[in-house]
């Protein structure tokens, strides 16, 4: 699911609740056994103005568009005075579009909650966990330009992780694995709707995916994706930190603001020194 440009979650969560309400008005139009016509036309013309709404507030609506288009629009379209018992027809079909419309509220809700907490919003690359210092490690006020900062974590970063943990090379397992172990250190507080603190005072929280949520097959766009569905939801600029410059590259392509880590809190920096120290 993704706002459509300029749309704000509250914004499509006033107007879904308004179509709720007048999809749930349908059965009420059923006053006598020949008024079929009467709740056939209120039925077709309130599909048509969903999907107009639903294509202002969203780009991506999670099929909702689509679904109110189905077989039984087909037959509710082509009912004639003949069709028997219409009423249950039509009922049901609109019981059936304000479940899917309460789902989609459901998920825009939670996309209104992200607007809450203050912070430049940033959004790490999984290059960033598994090249440079612990996020506890690392002053993300001085990386940013920006205080506070808050850092949003999506689930798919988190993935790539793991992932990574029985993929490649020893060296590359061993920094998923570190970068894990030091995520699971405030994963009680990681909880959604919560945050954990880190000593310079950043927020970290993770950002999961919406229930039958259908990834890209290429990670870096799905990161890039999610970037694009926190800055719509929070109404405000969302910064991806990233050493790649092909995510920086995507970055700029969607109009996302990015960040690069400074060296000095590179790993290979930091053990570079250590060596030259011995």
Not at 36 to 46: C, F, G
């Amino acid at each position: 699911m993704l706002l459509s440009e300029g749309a704000s979650p509250s914004s499509a969560i006033d107007g879904l609740d308004d179509m709720i309400r007048r999809m749930q008005q349908i059965p009420s139009g059923w006053a006598r056994p020949d008024s079929w016509t009467m709740v056939q036309n209120s039925y077709l013309q309130l599909v048509e103005t969903l999907e107009q709404a639903l294509r202002s507030w969203f780009e991506d609506d999670d099929g909702a568009v689509a679904g109110l288009y189905g077989g039984y629009y087909k037959l509710i379209r082509d009912m004639t005075a003949s069709t028997p018992r219409p009423s249950p027809l039509i009922n049901d079909e609109a019981a059936r579009q304000v479940s899917v419309l309460e789902r989609l509220r459901a998920k825009v809700a939670a996309l209104e909650a992200l607007r809450g907490r203050e912070g430049q919003i940033s959004v790490l690359d999984t290059n960033v966990l598994m090249h440079y210092q612990r996020l506890d490690e690392i002053l993300w006020a001085e990386v940013l330009g920006a205080s506070p900062v808050r850092i949003i974590l999506p689930i798919c970063v988190i993935d790539e992780l793991d992932n990574k943990k029985y993929t490649g090379s020893d060296r590359m397992s061993r920094r998923a694995h570190l970068a894990i172990t030091a995520l699971r250190q405030c994963s009680a507080e990681l909880r959604p709707g919560s945050a954990a603190i880190l000593p310079d005072g950043t927020t970290l929280e993770v950002f999961l995916d919406d229930p039958g949520h259908v990834r890209m097959a290429n990670p870096d766009e799905e990161l890039r994706s999610r970037c694009m569905l926190l800055q719509r939801a929070a109404g405000r600029p969302v910064t991806l930190v990233t050493g790649d410059l092909g995510m920086q590259l995507r970055a700029d392509v969607h109009g996302l603001g990015h960040a690069g880590m400074p060296d000095k809190y590179a790993k290979d920096t930091k053990r570079r020194a250590a060596v030259s120290e011995d």
